[in-house]
């Protein structure tokens, strides 16, 4: 199918109102069954809305296979300010570590997350589960059948990433060469 640049651009504007009416990341494939166009057409029109948002207070995020329009980060105290919201507090340390165990371990279980830690961890979860990080996405197979969890969408907004592939390599060396100056093994 052929489609010339004034219909491009009645179909990037319906991008933009799907993306800014459902207030969340939309999948490449519902986007293109809704536009009833092929998905590189799709992935083309959303670069040339993250190009028409330059400059502006809004952009368009890619999260893996998703997309969503939001505002700027620079303009947070403003928008704060307008809604009248609070700031939020930010992640204990208990919760950073359960939250990058998963990160890196996905799909993790409670009782992994424990272990590494060597804490019990059931309240960090839950405050990841409750902010949207995590998520329960299966069970187990094994006596118990525990919750996996692993990371959201909403998790690779939070920390500006589009995949978890962007996620920095853990230093596994470094933490070597600390427990050996230490006087350890």
């Known amino acids: 199918m052929i489609i010339n640049e004034q219909q491009l651009e009645t179909e990037k504007r319906a991008l933009e109102a799907i993306l800014f009416a459902a207030g969340g990341a939309v999948s490449l494939e519902k986007l293109s069954e809704t536009l009833g166009l092929d998905i590189d057409t799709v992935n083309r029109l959303c670069d040339a809305l993250a190009a028409d948002c330059e400059g ?3 952009q368009l995020l890619s999260l893996g296979d998703r997309r969503q329009l939001c ?6 105290p403003y928008i704060k300010n307008a809604l009248g919201v609070r700031a939020a507090g930010g992640l204990s ?4 570590e359960a939250l990058a165990i998963i990160a890196y371990n996905q799909p993790a279980t409670r009782v992994f997350v424990e ?9 960090a979860i839950t405050t990841l589960l409750e902010r ?3 998520e329960c996405v299966g069970k187990l197979d094994v006596p118990g059948r525990p919750n996996l969890y692993a990371t959201t969408t909403n998790f690779l907004r939070c920390f500006g990433i589009s995949s978890l592939d962007e ?3 853990p230093d596994i060396t470094g933490s070597a060469d600390a427990v050996e100056k230490d006087g350890g093994v």
């Open 56 to 58: 502006r207070g809004i």
């Open 71 to 76: 505002t700027r980060e620079e303009f947070e």
């Open 93 to 96: 340390q208990s919760a950073l």
């Open 115 to 123: 272990q590494v830690r060597g804490v019990d961890s059931a309240y």
């Open 132 to 134: 949207g990080l995590i």
């Open 167 to 169: 996620m920095p390599k």
